[in-house]
């Protein structure tokens, strides 16, 4: 009996999007309608597994003082809240929805300052709840007070009690835990184009170029690295294959979260044993799924389905 799949949130947001028809940098835009939405990278992960049921237990640090939005998700959608709660407000970033380009500008704000404890009080958790065989995605940037290590310590600690990592973050937290030791790096990444670049140093503007950084990191011991190259599909590569995986989004609506809904597709289909080529019919079809709508929401499972099968494949 495998376990739910367990997202972990250090800094989660409450999304404020807002919907314009044509954003206009340095002017007056009139928007259309303003939404807001419990998010944050791995909150918006249990979201999507659980609109395609699965089973999740959602953790991480939540602000004290406004956590009624996440609690309601949470009840909403049957995900187990395992949240520590944390002195503050958790941060409202903003998004700029701008319908006829189809993009989005975010406005990330650093969120709460927490004291280092914190992220011991939830380390110590997952000795309870983190079994043999568990699937975990950790997800996003560190709240301010987390030094740069902190998904070092957290991916040795699951590593330990044989949970299977997926982390998604990016900047100076990335590049920590890519540079720790064998027995700390996690089973599996999700960066995109940018992010892998900042790891290698250098622009990677050609997908062969892509192939290449993502097929050095898996050789040094991450075993799934995947990159979202956004209209582009997603690049999956592991020991035994590479596989471009894409599908043209049909109405973009929003494009926050897009990367959350891949990880929780491919994370449902990796629980399951599946292989490469479903992981990532899986993934793809999730994040197209979610850019027509403006929450981290998916469609019914049939759909999900008649999107996966529409996926084009291609090996590398
Ligand atoms: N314009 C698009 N057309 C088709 N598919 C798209 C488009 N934008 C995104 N996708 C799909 O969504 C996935 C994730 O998008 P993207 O590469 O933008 O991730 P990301 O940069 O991690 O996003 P975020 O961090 O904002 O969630 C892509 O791998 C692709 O499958
Ligand atoms: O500051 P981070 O954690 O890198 O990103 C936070 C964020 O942009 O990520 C999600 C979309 O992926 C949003 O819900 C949230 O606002």
Redesign the pocket.
């Known amino acids: 009996m495998i376990g739910p799949i367990t997202t972990i949130t250090l800094n989660p947001a409450i999304d404020q999007t807002v919907t314009l028809e044509n954003l206009t940098p340095g002017s007056v835009n009139v928007a259309r309608a303003a939404h807001s939405h419990p998010g944050g990278?791995g909150v918006?992960v249990a979201s999507c597994l659980a609109d395609f049921g699965e089973p999740v237990l959602a953790t991480g640090l939540l602000g004290r003082n406004n956590s009624e939005a996440f609690v309601e998700l949470f009840e909403a959608k049957g995900i187990t809240d395992r949240f520590v709660r944390v002195p503050g407000s958790t941060r409202v970033n903003i998004k700029l929805a701008d319908l006829a380009r189809?993009e989005?500008t975010?406005v990330n704000l650093p969120g709460i300052r927490v004291a280092e404890s914190a992220l011991d009080a939830l380390i110590d958790q997952f000795d309870y709840f983190t079994d043999a065989g568990r699937y975990v995605v950790a997800a996003g940037s560190l709240p301010e007070g987390l030094p740069a290590d902190s998904y070092v310590h957290l991916v040795s600690r699951l590593n330990k009690l044989g949970a299977r990592v997926l982390l998604?973050t990016s900047g100076a937290p990335l590049s920590a835990a890519l540079a720790a030791p064998r027995e700390a790096l996690p089973a599996a990444i999700?960066p995109?184009?940018?992010?892998l670049e900042q790891w290698a140093g250098q622009s990677l503007p050609t997908l062969a170029e892509v192939h290449a950084a993502a097929r050095e990191l898996q050789r040094r011991g991450v075993e799934r690295v995947v990159v979202?190259?956004?209209?582009?599909?997603?690049l999956f590569v592991d020991a035994d294959d590479a596989i471009l995986?894409?599908?043209?989004?049909i109405d973009?609506v929003s494009?926050?979260?897009?990367?959350?809904?891949?990880v929780a597709g491919l994370m449902s289909a990796w629980r399951a044993g599946a292989d490469a080529e479903t992981v990532a019919r899986r993934?793809?079809a999730f994040?197209?799924a979610?850019?027509g709508r403006l929450g981290p929401h998916l469609p019914d499972a049939a759909e999900v389905a008649r999107l996966a099968a529409q996926v084009n494949l291609a090996r590398l």
Do not use: F, I, Q, W
Not at 228 to 234: F, I, P
């Open positions: 990278k918006n189809g989005t975010d998604d999700k995109n184009r940018h992010e979202s190259l956004g209209e582009e599909g997603a995986a894409s599908l043209p989004a973009t494009t926050v979260g897009a990367g959350d809904a891949l993934g793809v994040a197209v979610k850019l």
